[in-house]
């Protein structure tokens, strides 16, 4: 049902961004991807603020890019300068701590207008946290009508060292 879903954004793919760490096992990116997750949860409610990068208020890449910079990963300030950045994934292989990407509010284009962390993936069901415009830092689904029509893409930051 969701893969008619997919059109993906960019023309050329940027490499994952690396940890500090060369060696880091699987275990250690899934304990960094909880830890991450739950410090942006810590964030929920704080206003939305057009080109917010604080917890006085967040847009949304803004958000995306402060919770990242808390693990040592520099992300540009922008939601389409962030969907050039990692590996671009298919969403059968979405994991939480993935950046899903939006149109804006135009449905017609196809230039990315939003970014959000995926926080939980089952078969069928997305969640993601995001700072949006009504609500500030909150969680959404990729399955409600508003945001399945404005999907686009998801890429993936945090990898592991054995991942090609």
Not at 26 to 45: D, K, P, Q, V, Y
Not at 111 to 131: A, C, K, L, W
Request: charged share 20%.
């Amino acid at each position: 049902m969701l893969l008619g879903l997919i059109a993906w954004v960019g023309t050329a793919l940027a490499e994952p961004v690396q940890a500090q760490s060369t060696s880091t096992s699987t275990s250690e990116t899934t304990g960094m991807i909880e830890s991450l997750i739950n410090f942006a949860e810590r964030h929920l409610h704080i206003p939305y603020r057009r080109g917010g990068a604080s917890r006085k208020g967040f847009d949304c890449s803004g958000f995306v890019r402060y919770i990242f910079s808390n693990w040592g990963f520099s992300l540009p300030h922008s939601s389409a300068a962030q969907a050039d950045k990692g590996k671009e994934i298919e969403i059968a292989e979405a994991r939480p701590g993935d950046l899903i990407f939006f149109k804006g509010q135009n449905t017609k284009s196809a230039q990315v207008g939003h970014v959000g962390i995926i926080t939980e993936v089952t078969p069928g069901y997305v969640r993601f946290i995001h700072s949006a415009f009504k609500g500030g830092i909150r969680y959404d689904l990729l399955q409600s009508q508003y945001y399945r029509n404005r999907f686009l893409a998801i890429r993936r930051i945090l990898t592991q060292d054995d991942e090609e």
